[in-house]
């Protein structure tokens, strides 16, 4: 049962396709810039996160950095001073990168 176009028909279902098509464009584009390139949890890092609350605490006090590291505040630095160029990153126009003292510790905590 094959059904016979116009020419204008034809032309009318091109345009409606067509518009429909690009509106489904612009939707993606849409949720693709409401993205979230920082997790909302991690927004007040800086001001509350562990690595900047109680490391500089422990730097103050040798032997609660030992118990924290299990090194003391020397051989940490050492340690950083030898890996840091190789773990450094450079800061982006979306986000700040990881210092490598800031990775060192995580490194150093991590517990399996």
């Excluded at 279902?13 to 991690?42: G, M, V």
């Excluded at 982006?92 to 991590?110: G, N, Q, S």
Aim: with cysteine.
């Amino acid at each position: 049962m094959a059904t016979k176009f116009s020419l204008e028909q034809l032309a009318l279902i091109a345009i409606c396709l067509d518009e429909e098509e690009r509106e489904n464009e612009e939707e993606r584009q849409h949720l693709k810039r409401k993205r979230i390139w920082i997790h909302p949890s991690l927004l007040k890092r800086k001001t509350e996160g562990e690595f900047y609350t109680l490391l500089p605490h422990l730097m103050e006090d040798e032997k609660k950095f030992h118990g924290y590291f299990r090194m003391n505040t020397g051989t940490f630095e050492m340690i950083l001073s030898r890996i840091q160029k190789d773990i450094q990153k450079e800061d982006t126009t979306f986000r700040e990168a990881i210092t490598p003292r800031e990775k060192l510790v995580v490194c150093l905590r991590y517990e399996n």
